[in-house]
């Protein structure tokens, strides 16, 4: 069983940037695809980025995030991060970090789920 805590989070200012956290409990983390989803209110749970397992590090992002988004795995730390620059107020949403044992990115539903952090872009 994995364990997953998010971290990072905020409230910011169109244009600016967060680094979101996310640590996993367990000794098999480089086993799992790693990935960021969020859901808004009103909406349904949306796929972000994913990054492959071990030293692959393939990564996959959504359309919408794509060249502001970046997804890394530190395997060391147990540890997968989510660099967001240039937020826009539609990227607001609760982020939620997930590890899957199957790298196929529209299942919104798939392993394991952190409690997510909440980010907020207004001005």
């Known amino acids: 069983q994995v364990q997953l805590v998010e971290s990072g989070g905020g409230s910011v200012r169109p244009g600016e940037s967060l680094r979101l956290s996310c640590i996993a409990s367990?000794?098999?983390?480089?086993?799992?695809?790693m990935g960021w989803f969020r859901q808004a209110p009103g909406k349904e749970r949306e796929f972000v980025a994913g990054?492959?397992?071990?030293?692959?590090?393939?990564?996959n992002y959504a359309e919408s995030v794509k060249g502001r988004f970046t997804i890394s795995r530190d395997n060391a730390k147990n540890a997968v991060y989510l660099q967001m620059n240039s937020l826009k107020p539609e990227d607001t949403a609760v982020y939620i970090c997930?590890?899957?044992?199957?790298?196929?990115?529209?299942?919104?539903?798939?392993?394991?789920w952190g409690q997510g952090t909440q980010v907020t872009v207004s001005s």
């Open positions: 997930n590890a899957r044992s199957i790298f196929r990115w529209t299942d919104s539903i798939a392993g394991y």
């Open positions: 367990g000794r098999a983390f480089s086993t799992y695809y």
């Open positions: 990054v492959s397992r071990d030293i692959l590090t393939i990564t």
